[in-house]
């Protein structure tokens, strides 16, 4: 209900308002009587909507007020006075929207609320009502659901546009929707009303920018679909995405044409269901609402069926023959009524005799139709059918709009047996018959076929490219999806405008200019713009208007609006009243509204019979131009006399005066500055906002300017850029460089016009809604960079240009192309008072850049509007300073380019042409002798240019001639100069440096040194990237990144060079590149490889490059790296000066491969020197030995793939000196070895079963051994001869392990900073270890989380000076495990490397049981090395084997100290290191332990299968454990089960599960915890046995140990127990743990003794 009295609280006290004022005023009447009212309200007013008699406003805070005739409630409010929709308080309104006869409004959420008129569904199926429901009196709830998702979903409504009997909302994903009646919902349905909101599916993927309603009509702004290729792209696509100059800046010269060559279809088929019977809805009376008989919006149909008579008489006339009403406004319901159409009945064959006669006809017609300042009577409608329609009439009956046709083609007219051919008849109210409708759509085809034009319109219009045709086609499938918009700087916001949404980029939050416009609805006043009077029932796109940069549309009653980027009013439709703003025809097409010159027009408005604008004048402050009806209608005039009547023609009669193009509202300078307007049937409303402080001025006077540049550059691309273009692309005179820098300059241009137009159409947008924007966010201050780089990016092209004496030629091709407009083209540089010729053309193209300061000066005056410590502030002035700073960086780079080219004048000829870029400035130069070489000789001439980019050194040069024998080019990028101190000979020296060479330069005074220093100190900066300033002298670059080309002698020569410098030298981070193929990439210092760096060096023998990844020094390789050889072979390993030395592993070749090998060791000067091992993995063998040269020389042990093992001396790479030979079955040959496996002098042999041969012996081993001795069979029982056993004793040739892997833990120790193990800084040490843990996290990026995380804490140096004690011990700990689980630590490394070397030796053809003994004594020493290192970085560790005391005890526990036994605890290299080797070592390790105990675990493993298979009390019995250690009851899943004699498995369970782990721990400590843990177990499972506390003896605890043992089954127990004897601390031998141990060892022993039987 209505809220007159009930205010909120805070307008009871009005305030002054300075934003959101309100004027209001009638379209009718002469300007100068128009006095606009003034609406006073407590809140500024944010927006406003019409409808034909009332109208909506939006205040602040989310307020809707309503006015005017509220039909809906039976009211009639004024505007002084509007009342407040009750019901809307708390929605938070942010749009609102008025239609015909109903209302919307948005709210904050997105939800939709409507009410008035719903006749024709055009509020839609309510939340609160029903669809009988003829109005809706208060504002309802309407849901929009999208049900093509699965769960159906709201949509979120972002605007609203209404016409008399339809609805229009756009969602936030740019999707239309639609609901009410009528073909200008666009829906594909025969249904109507229709209920509930449906998407126009014709515009689905598509982005729709903008929506408007015209009273049966509808348009939508939609942005245009990137092109499918190249070929159908529009220019004005071309020009905005920047593509190739000579499509860049083309133009359409002729004017827009209508495509007639293809048939545009209706949409859906009408079908008996729809025209069978009027809509249900039109039964209902409708007098209660208006009493007396007039009904708001009645329709013919609605009349007919109340009235049932008609006044108008029937006649039976010839085909074509116009008729007309007797008198339509004299009539009772002010309607022409019902009748039948006899020109389409009866005379459906019927045609004009005479061809001529027709011609004739129309010709009068038309001339008839263009006297627009006649007068004619109040029921005169003699007017062509292109103005006639019927607003009222019953959406779902289709007129004979569709009847109407026309086709556009290059032939005369010809007759036509076309009924109504383009003249008017009354309109029948009855529908439509489908016969009516087939013969009139085979009449079309039958015109289309027969070329013959049926339409009044334009017949020499011609049909546009395909590519517009494909755009326009309705059905057309549609590419991308619509993307919900984002809030940008150009976006309104929620409280904003209805009328113009702005689109927006995703790129850069910029409006995009590349639009359409589509139409759809009735079209019999040539409303929709296609042409033509047919109505269309899906939306089409205007194809005149694709291109244009159309960036608002709005709908009158009857016509349509369409406002363009750059200022000009597009209009088409009714012209009844002027209300289009021009005379031209046809008004089936979009035409320019006449405006006067200088106004350029940023919003539009459109009502009944008008239009408004708001425009730009001769000031700042905006102007309003009206063009329409002037003088109040006889129509209104009897509608005021007969409040019961309304009119219900179908247009507006004929205005007795109006105006042919807008004219000025005089009385709009004296309201203040207009933001927007609005209209509506027959009102106009204009919201103004008061400049405080200056600051809406500074905002009108941005825009303005903005939309006046944008309009200034059309003009100079559309008049200059665009003809000169397309001449020079068909023939060419500027020259070759000249003409690609011309087309660069146009492309730069139209970029640049471009981003000024969508900057201008975003302040458009900004100005109708400043109340609700934040001034930070202008495109300005958020688009800073891309504003400077396009200014930049353009005034290089413009220098450039100008540099190479473009202009000249330029001129004189504008001359010869432009000679017509050289009047035009002198308006445009008016402002500019150049003296002429090429002059004009030069400050033309300058004048863009005037922009710069208008910006900077504009940003000052709105930062003055704020205070000096406020965000705004800030930002405003910083953008002022960018923008001041560019402006005058930009004129001192235009001063740049007039002086170059003075200084090419002055000094042209051909040996100077070859310095001449278009990017190169000149400097400075020493033509006058102010500068020369250093010890130059007395004759000789020297001449130094320096640019902006180089300094170039001539010799043998005369500057006046421009002659000059040699001279050097020295880049900027790589030149270094530093002032010479003044010495006695009182030279003012300047020295130069550059990669290559240095020379000293001497200035002739002090000035000319300073000059020549201060400006080569700023051309480097400058071409460095910094501001050109220039730094201090000799400091300024001398670390810098650039690139060069060596020219000189040496390793460089030819290469090319990127990346960091110092002083003329090659230092940092760089790439360098030789012409051969080789590359370099890494770390450089002092112009030398130093660091990490990957090189590639190609092989042309072998076609392949050598590849090194690795450290350098010097120039050389020198660390470790991994060096891939073009060959195959790859090493990884240590280098020192170029060469293999140290630790390294090569392998060579690969398995497929006849000479696949690897060896790994110790490398000497680039050969195999020291310990070694060597898989052959062709011939199956392994050496594991010492090198000298290449060549294996020294103790070793070779073991092959048949089981053969060797052991003794090598001498020149092959087996020399005494050996032990061990065959796979144990046949033993000790003697002298002479070759490889040949025996030759004394020696003993012993077979497996203890025969010995003794003597001397010759042959190969392989081949047959001649044997010259004596052979011994021992006696039984004779024990063995301890010389005998000496002799064949395994181990007694093989390298000590304390002398294997030495150059593995001397590169631990290297990494350390440490000369030799041990000796070193220890700080220096840990320094080390935190670079190096550093510099690998950076340049690693691809780690994981974990691995960032364990690299952080290594950074972090820990205490290591302090004493250990056991609180710090686990400390030392957890950083060693730390630091092995990463080989980027030094000590992860070792791991690592370690682990990599003992499986080289012990995997594969190592796999050889008489290798154990090595390969334990191996892993101790690894201990031993390792604890070295360990305790060079923990100073405070013991020796290995010490002791840790506890920490000094508190004061108050020193009276215990005496009697307290004092605790400590060992500290051994095994306890503390083996857990970080031995899981790593652990699988070749136990293999070989295994290997060592097959023939024992065979045993062993047979006696548990077999004894396993008795019951527990049977096994139980069998190894003699007592009965009272017997358990009586198991649990089963908790249940207690009582053991039988039968059970099995069931005693001591949880003991045997434990001692079953021992299989998955690998060192002997947690070996050792397992066997602790059984007997843990076995005794709490004891305890409830036996009552009290006891103790075992080992008679009881053997056999129980023992059942244990067995029942556990554990595979290889052997193994087992010699890795634990082997490898476990010396230290628990003899404690608790030791005697656990011998507990188990005993049972393993015992059961390998079992008897089989």
């Known amino acids: ?49 019409l409808g034909e008699h009332h109208g909506l406003l939006l205040t602040q805070g989310g307020l809707v007020y309503s006015f005017g005739e509220l039909l809906w409630r039976d009211l009639s409010v004024p505007v002084s006075d509007p009342v407040l929709e009750a019901s809307l308080l708390g929605r938070m309104v942010v749009r609102v929207a008025a239609g015909g006869f109903h209302c919307g409004a948005l709210s904050e959420q997105g939800n939709v609320y409507v009410w008035g008129e719903n006749t024709a569904g055009q509020c839609g199926l309510t939340e609160r009502g029903i669809a009988a429901n003829i109005t809706v009196s208060e504002p309802c709830p309407l849901t929009v659901v999208d049900s093509d998702v699965v769960p159906p979903a709201a949509v979120r409504v972002v605007n609203l546009a209404f016409g008399r009997e339809h609805s229009l909302a756009l969602s936030a994903q740019n999707e239309l929707w639609a609901w009410g009646s009528g073909c200008q919902l666009g829906l594909v349905t025969n249904t109507f009303p229709v209920w509930r909101p449906q998407k126009v599916e014709h515009l689905s993927g598509r982005h729709v920018i903008q929506v408007a309603c015209g009273a049966y009509h509808s348009l939508a702004l939609v942005r245009s679909l990137p092109p499918q290729n190249y070929n159908t792209q529009k220019p004005s696509e071309k020009r905005e995405r920047g593509q190739s100059p000579h499509y860049t800046v083309t133009e359409k010269e002729e004017p827009f044409v209508v495509d007639g060559g293809h048939y545009c279809p209706l949409g859906v088929e009408l079908t008996e269901v729809m025209t069978s019977e009027t809509s249900p809805r039109r039964r209902g009376p409708r007098r209660r609402l208006q009493p007396g008989g007039r009904s708001a919006g009645s329709s013919p149909a609605s009349v007919a069926s109340e009235d049932g008579k008609s006044n108008t008489k029937q006649k039976n006339l010839p085909a074509g023959t116009k008729l007309e009403p007797d008198d339509p406004l004299t009539q009772t319901d002010g309607s022409p009524k019902s009748q039948p159409l006899p020109g389409c009945r009866s005379n459906k064959k019927s045609a004009f005799p005479d061809e001529m006669e027709l011609q004739s006809l129309l010709q009068k017609l038309s001339c008839h139709s263009l006297e627009m300042h006649h007068t004619s009577g109040p029921g005169d409608t003699d007017s062509l059918s292109s103005y006639t329609s019927d607003d009222s009439c019953v959406s779902s009956t289709p007129s004979t709009d569709l009847l109407t046709s026309s086709y556009k083609e290059d032939f005369p007219i ?82 904003g405008r209805t009328q113009a949404a702005a689109p927006e980029e995703a790129d850069d939050g910029l409006p995009s200019l590349d639009t359409e416009v589509w139409s759809w609805g009735r079209g019999s006043e040539g409303q929709l713009g296609h042409g033509d009077q047919l109505a269309r029932l899906q939306p089409l796109c205007i194809k ?16 349509s609006l369409a406002l363009t980027a750059h200022c000009q009013v597009y209009s088409w439709g009714s012209n009844m009243c002027g209300q289009l703003g021009h005379v031209n025809s046809p008004v089936t097409v979009p035409q320019q509204t006449k405006l006067s010159d200088g106004l350029r027009v940023w919003d539009v408005s459109a009502g009944q019979s008008h239009s408004l604008l708001l425009a730009d004048g001769d000031c700042v402050q905006p102007v309003l131009l009206y063009c329409g009806q002037r003088q109040e209608p006889m129509s209104a005039q009897s509608e005021r006399s007969n409040p019961n009547q309304r009119s219900c023609q179908r247009s507006p009669n004929r205005a007795e005066s109006y105006t042919v193009r807008p004219t000025l509202l005089p009385f709009c300078m004296e309201m203040g500055y207009a933001s927007s307007v609005c209209s509506g049937g027959q009102n106009c409303t204009v919201l103004v906002d008061q400049n405080v402080m200056g600051f809406i001025s500074a905002i009108h006077e941005m825009a303005s300017r903005e939309r006046q540049f944008y309009c200034w550059l059309n003009s100079v691309r559309k ?50 809604d400043v109340q609700g924007r934040d001034v930070t966010s202008l495109p300005l201050l958020m688009q800073t960079e891309h504003f400077l780089d396009s200014y930049k990016e353009y005034c290089s092209s413009v220098g450039n240009f100008q540099v190479m004496g473009g202009f000249q030629s330029l001129r004189k091709l504008s001359l010869e192309c432009l000679d017509s407009q050289q009047t035009v083209l002198a308006q445009l540089c008016v402002s500019d008072q150049s003296v002429g010729g090429d002059a004009d053309l030069v400050s033309l193209l300058y004048r863009p850049l005037q922009q710069l300061h208008q910006y900077s000066r504009v940003l000052l005056k709105l930062a003055a509007c704020y205070d000096v410590l406020t965000a705004e502030y800030q930002s405003l002035h910083q953008g002022f300073s960018q923008y001041e700073s560019l402006s005058l960086s930009l004129l001192r780079r235009k001063k740049e380019a007039e002086t170059t080219l003075l200084f090419w004048k002055t000094h042209s000829g051909k040996t100077t042409e070859v310095l001449r870029l278009p990017q190169r400035r000149v400097v400075c130069e020493s033509s006058n002798r102010s500068l020369t070489l250093q010890n130059a000789g007395r004759f000789s001439n020297h001449w130094f240019m320096l640019f902006n980019d180089v300094l170039v050194h001539t010799q043998g040069a ?107 030298r090659v230092h940092g981070r760089g790439t360098m590149k030789w012409p051969d193929g080789q590359m370099y990439s890494g770390n450089f210092k002092n112009g030398l490889e130093d660091g990490y760096g990957e090189c590639i060096i190609p092989n042309k023998t072998l076609n392949k490059p050598d590849i090194y990844q690795g450290h350098w020094r010097e120039g050389k390789i020198h660390g470790f790296g991994k060096y891939k050889y073009a060959s195959g072979e790859v090493y990884e390993g240590c280098f020192s000066d170029g060469q293999r030395h140290g630790y390294g592993m090569l392998s060579s070749g690969k398995m497929a491969k006849k000479s696949s090998s690897v060896f790994i060791g110790h490398w000497v000067h680039d050969k195999k020197t020291g310990y070694g091992v060597y898989d052959d993995i062709t011939r199956g063998e392994k050496y594991m030995g010492v090198w000298l040269d290449e060549q294996r020389h020294g103790s070793a042990v070779v073991v092959t793939q048949h089981g053969v093992y060797y052991e003794g001396t090598f001498r020149d790479n092959k087996m020399s000196g005494p050996g032990l030979l061990v065959s796979d079955d144990d046949t033993a040959l000790h003697g002298e070895f002479s070759d490889d496996w040949t025996v030759n002098g004394k020696g003993v042999l012993s077979l497996a079963n203890g025969d010995c041969l003794e003597g001397q012996f010759s042959g190969e081993w392989t081949a047959g051994l001649k044997v010259v001795g004596t052979y011994t069979k021992p006696v039984v029982d004779e024990p063995e001869s301890k010389d005998r056993s000496s002799v064949l004793r395994l181990g007694q040739y093989v390298v000590p392990a304390g002398q294997r892997w030495v150059c593995v ?42 691995q960032t995380k364990v690299l952080e804490c290594l950074e972090f140096i820990p205490q290591h000076g302090e004493p250990v004690t056991t609180a710090n011990y686990d400390n030392i700990r957890r950083y060693l495990i730390k630091a092995c689980e990463t080989p980027l630590h030094p000590l992860g490394w070792l791991v690592e490397t370690l682990v990599t070397v003992y499986r080289m030796t012990y995997v594969g053809v190592g796999s050889n049981c008489r290798l154990l003994r090595q390969a334990v004594q191996e892993v101790q020493a690894y201990l031993t090395h390792f604890y070295c290192i360990v305790r060079f970085l923990f100073p405070g560790l013991p020796d290995d084997g010490g002791i840790i005391p506890d920490p000094p005890a508190s004061p108050a526990g020193r009276h215990n100290s005496d009697t307290a036994e004092q605790a400590v605890m060992v500290v051994s290299c095994s306890s503390l290191l083996l857990p970080l080797l031995l899981p790593r070592l652990y699988p070749p390790l136990f293999t070989l332990y295994c290997l060592q105990e097959e023939r024992e675990e065979a045993q062993y493993w047979e006696r548990i299968l077999r004894i396993n298979k008795q019951p527990d009390q049977s096994l139980l019995n069998f190894l003699g454990v007592q009965e009272k250690f017997w358990p009586v009851w198991m649990s089963i899943l908790g249940e207690r089960k009582q053991i039988v004699s039968t059970s099995k498995d069931a005693c001591f369970v949880s003991a045997v599960e434990t001692l079953q782990q021992i299989s998955t721990t690998f060192t002997p400590s947690d070996k050792l915890l397992v066997i602790q843990k059984t007997f843990e177990e076995l005794t709490q499972e004891v305890k409830p046995l036996l009552h009290g506390d006891f103790l075992w003896c080992m008679d009881d605890l053997l056999p129980l140990f023992l059942y244990v043992v067995f029942r556990a089954r554990i595979r290889n127990l052997g193994a087992e127990v010699n890795l634990i004897e082997d490898l476990m601390d010396p230290n628990v031998q003899h404690g608790e743990l030791g005697m656990m141990f011998t507990t188990l060892k005993a049972c393993y022993i015992q059961i390998q003794r079992e008897p089989t039987t």
């Open 1 to 49: 209900m209505e809220c007159r009295e009930e205010r909120p609280a805070d307008e009871q006290a009005p305030t002054p308002l300075e934003r959101g004022l309100l004027h209001i005023w009638q379209s009718v009447g002469s300007c100068a009587q128009v006095c606009p009212e003034r609406v006073f309200l407590s809140r500024p007013v944010l927006q406003t909507a």
């Open 414 to 495: 010809k007759s036509q047996s076309n009924n109504n051919s383009g003249l008017a008849v009354p309109y029948s109210s009855s529908p439509v018959c489908l016969e009516d409708v087939r013969l009139c759509l085979e009449a079309e085809e039958q015109a289309l076929k027969g070329k013959k034009s049926s339409s009044l319109t334009n017949i020499n219009q011609r049909g546009n490219t395909a590519a517009n045709r494909r755009r326009s086609l309705p059905g057309t499938p549609t590419r991308g999806s619509p993307r919900r918009r984002r809030p940008c700087a150009c976006k309104p916001s929620s409280a």
């Open 544 to 559: 005149p208007l694709t291109g244009e940069e159309v960036i608002q549309v709005a709908a009158g009653s009857h016509h």
């Open 719 to 768: 008049l200059l850029l665009t003809p000169l273009r397309n001449r020079e692309s068909s023939c060419p005179s500027l020259g070759e460089p000249c003409t690609h820098l011309f087309f660069s300059l146009c492309e730069s241009f139209v970029r640049l016009s471009t981003l000024i137009g969508r900057h201008s159409t975003s302040l458009t947008y900004f100005q109708h």
């Open 958 to 1064: 005369i500057p006046s001639q421009s002659l000059f024998s040699t001279h050097h080019v020295y880049p900027l990028t790589c030149l270094w100069v530093k002032p010479v101190t003044e010495d006695s000979s009182s030279l003012y020296a300047i020295k130069i440096t550059c990669p290559e060479e240095s020379f000293t330069v001497v200035a002739s005074t002090p000035q000319e040194k300073n000059k020549w220093l201060r400006s080569i100190n700023q051309a480097v900066d400058q071409v460095l990237g910094g501001g050109g300033q220039g730094s201090s002298p000799g400091v300024m670059g001398m670390s810098r990144t650039a690139s060069y080309t060596f020219t000189g002698e040496g390793r460089f020569k030819d290469a090319k060079y990127t990346g960091g410098w110092l002083a003329g």
């Open 1305 to 1346: 833990f001397d590169e631990c120790w290297s990494r350390l900073g440490c000369d030799a193990p041990g000796r070193g800084e220890r700080a220096a040490a840990w320094e080390n270890i935190a670079v190096t843990i550093t510099t690998a996290r950076r340049h690693s990026p691809d780690l994981s989380k974990s």
